[in-house]
């Protein structure tokens, strides 16, 4: 059970925090709001798993079935936030907007049964799991037409863009959403088959984290956020994630603290480093911009001065007499 715990801790840790990234970087931005709308899913699914995880232990099948259809809703709201993030990034999404539409209404409406048994039925034992959920109708539903078939048709849109796009940059950032589409909506499939009695245990559910580093990697090439920067984020949350994961596999309470505290001091060190490596940036932006300027007028006031000692020499405006050289 560890495992599975420690995977949906660490699947909302990386979400939140690559999706607050990227919703800092550009709040007004539909990509990135879309984004963010998509990690916060993420965390609602990530976090129900853990503690629908955690009831397992207390032999507390109610709790277990709350938890089971929290997460369930985060589910739901996955791929529909996604479908919608890939038509913007295309930008299709004004092309599309009934679609889109229809889409957020079925969603809302199978919401509105996440709490009944037509959407989960019931928790039971099945292989492992004390407490495993067992699907309703609606979910069947839900499946076939909103998680398989509208990341079906993000990535088939994805690679028909894919094949006319001609900017480099938006090609090789839809090579890495397809990428990973195909890993983490492949990872999270892995939950489906025991809701069916079938026995196939979710260990992909860890790639489900693959996810948010890919895409925010995508946005970063298709925006041109600063490499060096975007680079210092993601290994400083790399080291994060690894200690995060330490604290969480800790035997006893001494472990927890110590790797708690060196979280605490990577975490706080972390961000001083990136914003040391902002400041950085944005003191070489400020020179390259004053190189510019510098040499443009450099440049022009002597083009300036030669043009007029040329039309001198010349004699355009007279003839100059060796007094005048002389002086």
Known sequence: MNFFIASALLNAFVAGLLGLIVILKNRKDIINRLFFLITISIIVWALGYWQWMSSMGQSDPAKALFWARILSIGSLFIPVFYFHWILAFVKLNKQKSNLIKIVYIIALIFLLFSFSELFVKEVSHKSIFPF??????????????????????????????????????????????????????????????????????????????????????????YQLFNIRVIATELLTFAIWIFVLVRLLLADNIQERLINGGLLLFLIISGILLVRSVLKVEELGKAKSEFVTIASHQLRASITAIKGYSSMVLEGTYGEVSDLYYLK
């Open 132 to 221: 495993w959920p067992t699907a309703g109708p609606l979910y069947s539903i839900y499946l076939i037409f909103i998680y398989f078939g509208l990341v079906a048709y993000s990535l088939i849109t994805l690679w028909k863009q894919q094949k006319i796009n001609t900017d480099s940059n938006k090609r090789s950032s839809i090579k890495y959403i397809i990428l990973g589409t195909i890993i983490a909506f492949g990872g999270g499939a892995t939950n489906f088959p025991l809701w069916y009695g079938v026995p196939i245990l979710p260990y992909g559910n860890i790639l489900v984290s693959i996810y948010p580093i890919v895409f925010t990697i995508a946005i970063a090439r």
